[in-house]
């Protein structure tokens, strides 16, 4: 069904046929609408007929993955996230939610509004983010914790929140004056994991960093001021080529300049 389609079917099956409706920009997992509802505007999100799997958990159902989101974003601590979030029990299930404040960094990067040395300010902010988010331990209670899954080689002592789609695409900013720009809140928690913290950098590490070698000193100097730790870097290198090898084979990117990165990375390791 076409999108806008199932978009009106959605605002029906919620009470309201007539509610104003607007594209907002796609991930590639879901499709996202501004709609008008009696508490306000807020974002109608429902999986794309076309989603990428769940890298983690291929066999995933798409309405498991939003029911995760849900919970995930209540154990979210120092770090502002969409608020109001409901999932609804629709055909297909939906949720809506807040909208926060600013534009994505991947739209600012596109649009060449991001030069190299405010993209290291900003990965920065970005280091201290994270921070922020793996500062929620797991639970140790099992029926807390099962509120989200673990990644295979979880130690439940010491395991984090993780985002595991953490990239310029989930990251919204707006200006700033002392820095130019300031996080302004995470969104898409739909692949949330209990986990180490290295597996959550992989994704800036094979999307940013592989172009911008020098935003990621600034990143983990962010991290490191924030949380008072660090990241073992050779597991986050590790993790970051199994990833890249498996993106070369199931979803090699459209940019030239980034698969050729990508095949020297893999190459000298």
Known sequence: MDPVA????????LGVPNAPL????DGREHHLFRVTLPQGERLLKFAR???LPDPYDPQRKPADRLRAEAR???FVREVEVPTDYQIHETTPLCSTLGIL??????ILLEDKRLDESTLVTLCVQLGRTLAGIHGRRRPLVPEDAAALPDLPDVDPMNARLLHLDFHLGNVLIRPSISTGYAVSGVVDWTCARWGPPEADLVELQVSVFALNPRARDGFIAGYRKFAGRTFDLKDVERRATLEIQRRLVDDPPSDPVLARRWKDWVETR
């Not at 199932?6 to 099956?13: D, E, G, H, K, N």
């Not at 404040?101 to 991947?106: K, L, M, R, S, V």
């Open 22 to 25: 607007a594209r907002a920009r």
């Open 49 to 51: 007929a076309d989603c």
């Open 6 to 13: 199932t978009a009106r079917s959605l605002c029906a099956q």
């Open 101 to 106: 404040p600013g534009t994505t960094a991947e």
């Open 72 to 74: 995930a974003i209540g």
